[in-house]
């Protein structure tokens, strides 16, 4: 529930009349939840028993990690739905898929899926459902060469227009349910920049979503008024928050409001005394930057133009504000990466805590390998044999260790390769998977990387 596209498709299903919307989730990998069918019969939609996933007519899912196609996997095997979409007749539901991951390669979902979407799915869905509307839900072969002819709709031949929004966003993505029971507690999240006009090499989310497009200030205020009565808490989301050209407006009419807003990505030689100034007056504690890697030379061949300096900067600014928790994202396994590189991870995060340990500050720094995507200028690239990232890890963690105030987390390398494969695979990838999930083995993926398990 904290992916912004999952309320997206939930408020906008709902909202199309004449549809009986539920959510599923699946828990630990292996049994499927469903808030909506849980409730106690009295107040539930559902008269008689909870349905299962299989009693539906249409199943959409949201991707933004590759890891979770195993979870679609597991899913539809758990609700005796076979996982195949050239296995599945039309007994069964119609799967349609989309979201950040399978914009940027959608082959390897499409081997589950009737339909994979590729880019922006503002009006893309509610045409879909018109049509599946109009033909009671049958899948006869016009429907599906209808849809199948829509612009953003993957197609095996490997033409496939991207489909995108080409001016203002007009239908900014936001919460559609409100509850304590997730991460962003009772928080109202709303889209307000779609795109990133900066050049990261790696990141997938500048390639599939670009070009950079706003929402207009007075739909961002319209809406967020809209749930005055439920919550004062507002969540601002973006790739990158300063993008938007009226932030500081913005984040002033919500105060005037009496909304709180939160920042969620911030770039540090973006950062300003105004912004630090609203972080404050917002009661923002916790900011998060992202050096990518210990040095300048790295960063910039990677497109990161972020100097040493300005981080510096941006982080004693933010600390002169009452900002106490600081978090820093830094990936390692680049390519051309030096161990001195790595080792300036080090560098930098004691500078940093020079900077701001008398201020009762701390640092929480998050270290993760480097996967190349798909669509992005690194996508050719290599991973490393896992040995080099457990000297790496080893390393920074001796050096790291006992550093008052500085605490480290490494993303765990077990599905380094999987997550690889499935980023960069084509339809020989999803069978693989689908195989591997049926034996309840993914040796033959971890193979695939190189090093093995
Ligand atoms: S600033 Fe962030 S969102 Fe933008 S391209 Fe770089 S990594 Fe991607």
């Known amino acids: 529930m904290s992916n912004l596209g999952f309320h997206s498709l939930f408020h906008r299903t709902s909202a199309f009349g004449g549809l009986r919307t539920v959510r599923f989730f699946i828990e630990r990998g292996k049994e499927l939840f469903s808030p909506e069918a849980s409730i106690p019969a009295k107040k539930s939609l559902f008269r008689a028993s909870p349905p299962t996933l299989r009693s539906f007519n249409i199943i959409l899912f949201t991707v933004a990690f590759e890891l979770d196609y195993v979870n679609i996997v597991r899913m539809l095997e758990l609700s005796s739905i076979p996982p195949l979409s050239n296995e599945r007749d039309e007994r069964y539901p119609l799967i349609i898929s989309g979201g950040i991951a399978p914009s940027a390669n959608p082959r390897v979902l499409s081997v589950f899926s009737d339909f994979v979407c590729v880019g922006d799915m503002d009006d893309l869905l ?40 080409k001016e203002d966003i007009t239908v900014p993505a936001h919460s559609a349910v409100l509850t304590r029971k997730t991460e962003f507690s009772d928080k109202f999240l709303i889209e307000i920049v779609r795109g990133c006009r900066h050049n990261c090499t790696f990141c997938m989310t500048r390639c599939v979503t670009r070009p950079v497009r706003f929402v207009k200030s007075e739909l961002i205020t319209r809406t967020v008024k809209s749930v005055i009565a439920y919550t004062r808490k507002v969540g601002l989301i973006a790739p990158v928050l300063t993008d938007h050209p009226e932030i500081v407006e913005i984040v002033k009419k919500m105060n005037s409001l009496g909304f709180v807003a939160s920042f969620s990505s911030l770039r ?34 990677i497109g990161k133009d972020l100097a040493d300096e300005d981080l510096y900067r941006a982080v004693a600014l933010a600390a002169a504000n009452g900002v106490k928790r ?101 339809l020989d990838t999803g069978y693989l998977l689908n195989d591997c999930i049926l034996k309840g083995s993914m040796r033959p993926f971890q193979e695939l990387g190189i090093g093995g398990y």
């Open 126 to 165: 509610e045409r879909i459902l018109e049509i599946l509307f109009r033909c009671n839900f049958r899948k006869s072969e016009n429907t599906l060469k209808e849809i199948e002819g829509f612009e953003g709709i993957y197609r095996m031949d490997g033409r496939t227009p991207k489909r995108w929004v």
């Open 268 to 301: 540090a030689d973006d950062f300003s005394e105004e912004l630090a100034r609203l972080l404050k007056a917002n009661g923002q504690k916790t900011v998060t930057f992202a050096p990518e890697t210990g040095s300048f030379i790295l960063r910039k061949q």
């Open 326 to 426: 600081f978090r820093y994202y830094f990936m390692y396994g680049l390519p051309g990466e030096t161990t001195d590189d790595v080792r300036n991870i080090v560098l930098i995060s004691k500078k940093t805590m020079n900077l701001i340990f008398k201020m009762g500050c701390t640092l929480h720094l998050s270290i993760n390998p480097f996967i190349p995507k798909k669509g992005t200028a690194l996508e050719g690239e290599s991973v490393y044999p896992l040995e080099y990232y457990r000297e790496m890890q080893k390393l920074l963690e001796k050096e790291l260790s006992g550093i008052p105030g500085i605490s480290v987390k490494f993303e765990s390398l077990r599905f380094l390769h999987i997550q690889h494969q499935l980023s960069i695979g084509n």
